[in-house]
């Protein structure tokens, strides 16, 4: 293979290289993922503050059931002190049961109120218990496939870097100077092939004076237009 054919190989190498370098460090998988990250903080936040929201009423429901057993306690205490025989005594019961009895219905009403909101906030439970563990698992899928995707790339990039620097020892010492030094002056485009009297990167034709001096030039010259490393003799498998 000649030199210009051996350069556009490995100018072609270090393209795929760039290529995949970039893919791996711009992964739209991995930003989906950290947003999913983010909404799953988010999910176990709503959870925290369920569960919290859920002892309250729970701790209110209890205080309640201890209200109910101390007004049935007083309704007991009041009913056996009472002297059945004095009037005024069945007179001061009746009042004090009626008091009780308002305080017992004003604890229903409380603990239905209460029981509504537990059942909410079960029934929020049960749903987002479903909802994070549904969540888990696409994080985890996803992490899985980002991660495979990733290992792809740097496999290949690995492959390339071991390619690229057995191609850069093949070369003579002058090209692979040459080259690296065209590599860095035009960010990565540094090697063109001659189309006709096109080359291939600048696209400026060249006169016929250039074409006599670049038939003179044995393969690999540089373009009078753009400076880059110029191939004239390259074999058609590029
Ligand atoms: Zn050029």
Redesign the pocket.
Known sequence: MSLGTNLLKLQELDLALERDRAALAEMPEIAELARKRRAYQKLKADETRLFAQRKDVEAILAELDGREQDCNDDIGIAQRRTDSSNYREVQQLEVDLGILAKQLDKIAFERREQTEKLDEIVRKQEYLTAYIAKFEKSVVADTRAARDKASAIKERIEAAERKREAMLAALPADASERYTAARTRFRGLAV?RLEGNV?S??R?ALQESSMDELRRAEGVTE?P????I?VTDAEDEI
């Open positions: 063109e080359p990167v600048c400026m373009c237009y753009c400076h880059r110029l």
